[in-house]
């Protein structure tokens, strides 16, 4: 990598260009993504929604370095995905919660921290910090089992946190969860990204969510998984969960359904 | 956290029940197998006989074919409790020889299976290369094998516990390296997820993740492994002419006909093998419960 190519990307925080990525399985090749062309600036939350199989958490994957692309450049922060890995450059939320049953909250928090190689008095700091952050002060000696599945993937988040990523990637996260609580924890994201300014992308499969938390929402439609709309989405900084009622965030939303359906096959 | 664990439905009258059926059958089948040679007794001296006198020859009879619950119970009476500890003929001293080659084995064999089995996860060459070469070696009958590294260490001027141990890890390291391979590898893809976008080390991921995982696969194998360890140190000891150990005490009682003795050394070994697989049970029970954050569980052997 040159000096250029790194002074052109410091403002684009994600930087795509012309992937692909196929899965060779039994039935055949299947086209995960074909030329997906994205950029993500520094402090935007952008979401990708779409419905299954449109390639959307695989395209997360692929900016986190979990998947290689077949094909196509993809920089994170200026770097190769592996690279950005690598240098921690970012935290990840996967659909489920993923703690480790032998730890308690607290101890799956600090996970990261001790791996990171933190020492021990940053480590206790941190992670208070942002358990205190997702409203989970109190339960840092409960094992995840003694926690609803709602608090688990905050618990989950604070992980993602605690290591304070600039680049925070979040699959699905409250994809399991129910409606009130789903509500919840939007508005608490919403706040947290506001607060902290990071780039957040957010992979969804629910419109209303997508519409409320992101700057940018790109539509992705399967076979091939590819994008077929970016839809900027720029609702007032203060909005709480009553904009949904209102007319502009109705406009989008029917934008973006709109988009998924002239995406969608229905012969599937 | 104080929870009660799963209260199980008593399992006393069970056992009773069946270990009753047993010594029943048991006595049964003594009239069965010793009447023959009373009943030619009888016939030589030309004695009127009843059955209920039957009954009693065969069950007290001396060298029997199959001796009676009762003298089996008074052989381990005078070969555990009467006997010193330090005597030959003492069961508790043959034991000791037999359980400390039993634990060293399984010690040996626990380390072979643990280390092929990370070595197989985490080296791909000794993953396509190592399995058939375990598997093959299993298929080698014991009791063939035993004698010859018996009399190849003998010939090397080792002999005692070190041989025997061999043939125990021998046989033990098999379920702990199978067992293992699959508990190294059981952690979810999604966690080993989490910990590449840590950009852990792979040693980092091995205590942190795939070690605790294990586990509870891990026990399962030592359980499975630690009584054939006890198989193998007592295969192991036949060879050795019955110098010492529960299975030289078994050869000499089949040399001499003297089926009390054996049947007292198979109890003793049968007792030592059920506890030896209980402690592990509990330990396991201890650990699994830890490493489910203290949440119930139930899987139990």
Redesign the interface.
Known sequence: MNLASTNTATNNVVEVKEVCLDFHTKDGVVKALSNVDLSINAGEFVSFIGPSGCGKTTLMRVL???EKPTSGSVLVNGMSPAEA????A???V???P?L?????VQDNVL??L???GYNKDQRQKLAQEYLQLVSLSGFEAK????LSGGMQQRVSIARALS?EPQLLFMDEPFGALDEITRDHLNDQLLRLWQQTKKTVVFVTHSIPEAVFLSSRIVVMSPRPGRIIDIIDCNLPADRTLDIRESPEFLAIAQRVRAGLAAGHNYDD | MTTSIGRKPSSTIPVVTVILAIIMIWYAGAINLNSPQIIDRYEKKGIDWSFTQLATDSWNMKRAVLPSPHQILAELKTTIIDKNVTSKRSLVFHAGITLSSTLLGFVLGAGLGISLAVGIVYVETLDKSLMPWIITSQTIPILALAPMVIVVFGAMGISGLLPKALISMYLCFFPVAVGMVKGLRSPQPMLVDLLNTYSASKWQVFWRLRLPSAVPFLFASLKVAIALSLVGAIVAELPTGGQAGLGARLLSGSYYGQTNLIWASLIVAAVMSASLVSILGIIERKVCYRLAGGQEISNEL
Request: glycine content about 4%; aromatic content about 20%.
């Open positions: 986190a370095d979990l890995r690598k240098q921690r970012y935290g990840y996967f659909q489920a993923a480790l049953p032998w730890r308690t996970l990261p001790e791996i990171m094992y995840p089992w003694q290591v």
